[in-house]
């Protein structure tokens, strides 16, 4: 009899728990750099807690003007436009490029990402808002530890960091996010789930 | 079955020296690989582009150019370093990973060694009689739990009470205080507007201002008044703004050689060094030529000798110093190709004004005199302030956009040019954008037309009122709207080029827009118009020309080998193009094609528009101000 009461207690409060934890649980959120305010300012590569920082580069190809002369891989004071080392911006030669067409009489060329070179340090970020700004940074959760006082959050300088939500763990620039409303409207693309749909087209990841 | 190993895994068990060994090693380890990680760690280049020997080379190869052995032999080097250094980079990376593993299994090794000494070690506890001092220890534990738990709650509770007497309210305490908060708009003295509203002026700076109101108070006297200002007509006839007076970048009356060489000085009347840097235009008011230039620590404006080229006065603006509530200095920062000094100056014919990276105007007599000085906070703006001033009627416009799209901080204000007081003053509900305003007349109308991100708004321009808005224009917009024949024409590399047709009010997007195109618009560059065309120069150096009418297709493109910030200007019958590297041509542009008359070579950077005024062209380079003439 005591036995039964016991099980019992253990069943309603169990019971009790879940009830509350589905209606109380707070939204798991993650860190995430808000692409509109991010200046490329460096922070992001020395701050961080890891040693290689979890915020890298990502291309967003549909707002990227396919530049000859690109201010995201060349340097400013550039002496020619090829891929030799005094000519590039980043440092550790993590922005690929690769000729894709002649139109025009112009010359346009893709630049992708190499993840695993990219430092986060935003040279690329900086020199891309001269023009489209189709370059910005993004915390990758697959490397980031998710700190409960992020270090590059308290040192970033136009409090572009901010927390969003776990199942949706990357954000688009303003204008980019408008554009892929509308192509997500898309009867077919609507069938994938869309916030995939959404990084996948924006990051090529 | 016979397992003849494990006696000696038995005595291994027991073998309290061995695992004491065993601990020892792992221990060492783990504290040798610490010491490397931490040496490693702390050696680290965060960024290898940031490495002395790497820096001094990419500045050797910028002061190289010309010399081309030299300048291959630096590149090669750079080269070599460039993959020293990543490699170096990417295994100092490899080698922490290997080491965090390596650290953590001789960690485990270590604290597991130390726990099978510790378990060898044990021994059983002999029982002794219990000593006893008389008092019950389980009393005495409880009475201290008690007054430990009663003083925490006691130094809560007093720690609660401080902050609720000391918190301080937020609200200003007196009428003074209060008063504070809210600046008289027409105030002389400086006042900030800008987000830096903690900023506060140093008694330096209060010094400056009292000179200024002084100056103001003198120019207020009855015998400055007596000057009038000159008329519009009289302004067309100078270069009195960014791309000349009625801001469309087109010298129509010039007679200038089509030929010049820098290098052996034909056809260049005189040059003359500059001092500072800056990237603002010239402006020419008659026989003189106005400048300014600028860096973190100093700020002047200059006249030059439009005939011979000599420097008349250059008088030094003080730097506003504005200081956080800790004391501290406020840190400015622009944009390298921006610089302290990219707005062009402009002139009423009485006096030029000059604006700075750090969001103050000023206005200087034309004996170089200082008669007024504003400030408005640094620009909350990513690459730093460069909409260049205009100077319209007795005023000058301001367009001070700075902010982002959530949080646009952006407005458009007129300053007296007598004494810089606020005409009036309208909130732009855009971002920071870098355009320069155009006044137009539409119907007896000024209008002052702005782009910005998404709109281009037009004002009336003698009390600021909103006329109508056009959705044109996205992302940082750069280039300067021109207009003839009532239509407006702004462009932006995105998302192109429009035509927008006066004579409209509220939103007139849908409305009176003549055209849009989307190919080959500029992200820096103005617009320039020359017959019945509209050419568009990128950055990336591709010369597009459009139908003005029917837009559409591009007539046609061309592409010139270099970068480009320079506007075209229109001088004759020709298009001055100058890029980034000093390379200029001059060409004629019809409907039928672009064809190049002459090239020449500045022979160093070029990153401002050139002014036109009579027979010559002013051209301001990194180092010189250069005079291009005939005669």
């Given at each position: 009899?005591?036995?039964?009461?016991?099980?019992?207690?253990?069943?309603?409060?169990?019971?009790?728990?879940?009830?509350?934890?589905?209606?109380?649980?707070?939204?798991?959120?993650?860190?995430?750099?808000?692409?509109?305010?991010?200046?490329?300012?460096?922070?992001?590569?020395?701050?961080?807690?890891?040693?290689?920082?979890?915020?890298?580069?990502?291309?967003?190809?549909?707002?990227?003007?396919?530049?000859?002369i690109?201010t995201?891989?060349l340097?400013t004071n550039y002496?020619?436009v090829?891929?030799?080392?005094?000519?590039?911006?980043?440092?550790?030669?993590?922005?690929?490029?690769?000729?894709?067409?002649?139109?025009?009489?112009?010359?346009?060329?893709?630049?992708?990402?190499?993840?695993?070179?990219?430092?986060?340090?935003?040279?690329?970020?900086?020199?891309?808002?001269?023009?489209?700004?189709?370059?910005?940074?993004?915390?990758?959760?697959?490397?980031?530890?998710?700190?409960?006082?992020?270090?590059?959050?308290?040192?970033?300088?136009?409090?572009?960091?901010?927390?969003?939500?776990?199942?949706?763990?990357?954000?688009?620039?303003?204008?980019?996010?408008?554009?892929?409303?509308?192509?997500?409207?898309?009867?077919?693309?609507?069938?994938?789930?869309?916030?995939?749909?959404?990084?996948?087209?924006?990051?090529?990841? | 079955?016979?397992?003849?190993?494990?006696?000696?895994?038995?005595?291994?068990?027991?073998?309290?020296?061995?695992?004491?060994?065993?601990?020892?090693?792992?221990?060492?380890?783990?504290?040798?690989?610490?010491?490397?990680?931490?040496?490693?760690?702390?050696?680290?280049?965060?960024?290898?582009?940031?490495?002395?020997?790497?820096?001094?080379?990419?500045?050797?190869?910028?002061?190289?150019?010309?010399?081309?052995?030299?300048?291959?032999?630096?590149?090669?080097?750079?080269?070599?370093?460039?993959?020293?250094?990543?490699?170096?980079?990417?295994?100092?990376?490899?080698?922490?990973?290997?080491?965090?593993?390596?650290?953590?299994?001789?960690?485990?090794?270590?604290?597991?060694?130390?726990?099978?000494?510790?378990?060898?070690?044990?021994?059983?506890?002999?029982?002794?009689?219990?000593?006893?001092?008389?008092?019950?220890?389980?009393?005495?534990?409880?009475?201290?739990?008690?007054?430990?738990?009663?003083?925490?709650?006691?130094?809560?509770?007093?720690?609660?009470?401080?902050?609720?007497?000391?918190?301080?309210?937020?609200?200003?305490?007196?009428?003074?205080?209060?008063?504070?908060?809210?600046?008289?708009?027409?105030?002389?003295?400086?006042?900030?507007?800008?987000?830096?509203?903690?900023?506060?002026?140093?008694?330096?700076?209060?010094?400056?201002?009292?000179?200024?109101?002084?100056?103001?108070?003198?120019?207020?006297?009855?015998?400055?008044?007596?000057?009038?200002?000159?008329?519009?007509?009289?302004?067309?006839?100078?270069?009195?703004?960014?791309?000349?007076?009625?801001?469309?970048?087109?010298?129509?009356?010039?007679?200038?050689?089509?030929?010049?060489?820098?290098?052996?000085?034909?056809?260049?009347?005189?040059?003359?060094?500059?001092?500072?840097?800056?990237?603002?235009?010239?402006?020419?008011?008659?026989?003189?030529?106005?400048?300014?230039?600028?860096?973190?620590?100093?700020?002047?404006?200059?006249?030059?000798?439009?005939?011979?080229?000599?420097?008349?006065?250059?008088?030094?603006?003080?730097?506003?110093?504005?200081?956080?509530?800790?004391?501290?200095?406020?840190?400015?920062?622009?944009?390298?190709d921006?610089?302290?000094?990219?707005?062009?100056?402009?002139?009423?014919?009485?006096?030029?004004?000059?604006?700075?990276?750090?969001?103050?105007?000023?206005?200087?007599?034309?004996?170089?005199?200082?008669?007024?000085?504003?400030?408005?906070?640094?620009?909350?703006?990513?690459?730093?302030?460069?909409?260049?001033?205009?100077?319209?009627?007795?005023?000058?416009?301001?367009?001070?956009?700075?902010?982002?799209?959530?949080?646009?901080?952006?407005?458009?204000?007129?300053?007296?040019?007598?004494?810089?007081?606020?005409?009036?003053?309208?909130?732009?509900?855009?971002?920071?954008?870098?355009?320069?305003?155009?006044?137009?007349?539409?119907?007896?109308?000024?209008?002052?037309?702005?782009?910005?991100?998404?709109?281009?708004?037009?004002?009336?321009?003698?009390?600021?009122?909103?006329?109508?808005?056009?959705?044109?224009?996205?992302?940082?917009?750069?280039?300067?709207?021109?207009?003839?024949?009532?239509?407006?024409?702004?462009?932006?590399?995105?998302?192109?080029?429009?035509?927008?047709?006066?004579?409209?009010?509220?939103?007139?997007?849908?409305?009176?827009?003549?055209?849009?195109?989307?190919?080959?618009?500029?992200?820096t560059t103005?617009?320039?118009?020359?017959?019945?065309?509209?050419?568009?120069l990128a950055s990336f150096g591709?010369?597009?020309?459009?139908?003005?009418?029917?837009?559409?297709?591009?007539?046609?493109?061309?592409?010139f080998d270099d970068g480009f910030k320079a506007?075209?200007?229109?001088?004759?019958?020709?298009?001055?193009?100058?890029g980034e590297s000093?390379l200029?041509?001059?060409?004629?542009?019809?409907?039928?094609?672009?064809?190049?008359?002459?090239?020449?070579?500045?022979?160093?950077r070029?990153s401002?528009?050139?002014?036109?005024?009579?027979?010559?062209?002013?051209?301001?380079?990194?180092?010189?101000?250069?005079?291009?003439?005939?005669?």
């Open positions: 009899m005591r036995g039964t009461r016991v099980a019992g207690a253990i069943a309603l409060g169990t019971l009790g728990g879940l009830l509350a934890g589905s209606h109380g649980d707070a939204e798991e959120t993650r860190w995430q750099i808000d692409p509109d305010k991010c200046i490329g300012c460096s922070h992001c590569s020395t701050y961080c807690v890891l040693d290689e920082s979890a915020v890298k580069c990502v291309q967003c190809f549909d707002m990227c003007g396919y530049c000859d690109c995201g891989y340097d002496d020619d090829n891929t030799a080392a005094e000519n590039q911006l980043c440092p550790t030669a993590a922005v690929v490029r690769e000729f894709v067409e002649d139109k025009a009489g112009q010359r346009f060329y893709q630049y992708t990402i190499d993840e695993d070179a990219c430092i986060g340090c935003g040279k690329c970020v900086k020199g891309c808002a001269l023009m489209n700004g189709s370059l910005y940074l993004q915390v990758m959760h697959d490397r980031c530890v998710n700190c409960n006082e992020c270090a590059i959050e308290k040192a970033c300088p136009t409090q572009a960091y901010t927390r969003v939500p776990a199942e949706k763990p990357y954000l688009v620039k303003a204008q980019a996010q408008s554009l892929y409303e509308s192509k997500l409207a898309d009867e077919a693309l609507a069938q994938d789930d869309p916030v995939a749909k959404l990084m996948r087209m924006v990051t090529m990841r | 079955m016979s397992r003849p190993l494990q006696p000696m895994w038995e005595s291994l068990m027991r073998d309290e020296r061995a695992w004491r060994r065993i601990a020892i090693i792992a221990g060492a380890l783990s504290v040798l690989i610490v010491t490397v990680m931490l040496v490693s760690f702390f050696a680290r280049e965060t960024d290898p582009s940031l490495n002395g020997t790497f820096a001094e080379l990419k500045q050797s190869l910028q002061d190289t150019r010309g010399n081309v052995e030299r300048h291959g032999a630096i590149a090669n080097q750079i080269r070599v370093l460039d993959v020293e250094l990543r490699k170096e980079y990417f295994d100092r990376r490899a080698f922490m990973t290997v080491a965090s593993w390596l650290l953590l299994a001789s960690v485990f090794v270590a604290v597991a060694s130390a726990k099978m000494v510790a378990t060898i070690d044990r021994r059983a506890p002999i029982l002794g009689e219990m000593v006893s001092d008389g008092g019950d220890p389980d009393a005495t534990i409880s009475v201290q739990s008690i007054s430990a738990v009663g003083g925490f709650a006691l130094g809560v509770l007093l720690f609660s009470g401080w902050l609720i007497v000391s918190a301080r309210s937020v609200l200003p305490s007196n009428a003074n205080q209060l008063a504070a908060l809210f600046p008289e708009p027409e105030s002389i003295v400086a006042m900030s507007t800008g987000t830096n509203s903690q900023e506060t002026l140093t008694e330096a700076a209060s010094d400056v201002e009292q000179t200024d109101r002084a100056a103001i108070e003198e120019d207020l006297l009855p015998t400055s008044q007596a000057k009038p200002l000159p008329t519009l007509q009289t302004r067309l006839k100078n270069w009195t703004r960014f791309r000349g007076t009625d801001g469309s970048g087109v010298g129509l009356n010039a007679s200038i050689p089509e030929a010049w060489d820098v290098e052996s000085e034909k056809g260049i009347l005189w040059k003359s060094p500059m001092e500072l840097p800056g990237s603002n235009s010239p402006i020419v008011w008659e026989d003189r030529v106005f400048l300014c230039g600028a860096t973190a620590e100093r700020r002047t404006v200059c006249s030059f000798d439009a005939r011979s080229g000599d420097l008349v006065w250059q008088t030094d603006v003080p730097l506003p110093a504005p200081e956080l509530d800790d004391g501290e200095p406020v840190e400015m920062e622009v944009n390298d921006t610089g302290f000094a990219a707005p062009t100056m402009t002139t009423d014919g009485v006096r030029v004004y000059a604006m700075f990276a750090h969001g103050d105007v000023v206005a200087v007599s034309f004996d170089g005199e200082i008669a007024w000085r504003r400030e408005f906070g640094f620009p909350n703006n990513p690459y730093g302030h460069a909409s260049s001033l205009v100077a319209e009627g007795d005023v000058v416009l301001v367009q001070l956009d700075q902010g982002s799209e959530d949080e646009p901080e952006s407005q458009l204000i007129a300053l007296a040019g007598a004494t810089g007081e606020t005409v009036w003053e309208t909130k732009r509900d855009v971002p920071a954008s870098w355009s320069t305003p155009l006044v137009v007349e539409y119907e007896g109308e000024r209008q002052v037309i702005t782009c910005a991100n998404p709109w281009v708004i037009a004002y009336r321009a003698s009390d600021g009122e909103e006329l109508w808005r056009c959705d044109a224009l996205y992302q940082d917009v750069g280039p300067s709207p021109v207009a003839a024949d009532g239509i407006v024409y702004v462009c932006n590399e995105v998302p192109g080029g429009a035509a927008i047709r006066l004579g409209g009010s509220g939103d007139v997007t849908e409305t009176h827009v003549d055209w849009i195109v989307d190919f080959g618009a500029p992200d103005s617009p320039l118009l020359v017959d019945n065309m509209i050419l568009m591709t010369l597009t020309s459009y139908d003005i009418v029917e837009a559409g297709d591009p007539l046609w493109e061309v592409d506007s075209p200007t229109r001088i004759g019958e020709h298009v001055l193009l100058i000093g200029c041509w001059l060409v004629t542009a019809t409907k039928e094609g672009c064809e190049t008359v002459w090239e020449a070579d500045f022979g160093e070029v401002a528009s050139p002014a036109v005024l009579g027979e010559r062209i002013y051209v301001r380079g990194d180092n010189h101000l250069f005079c291009i003439g005939g005669s």
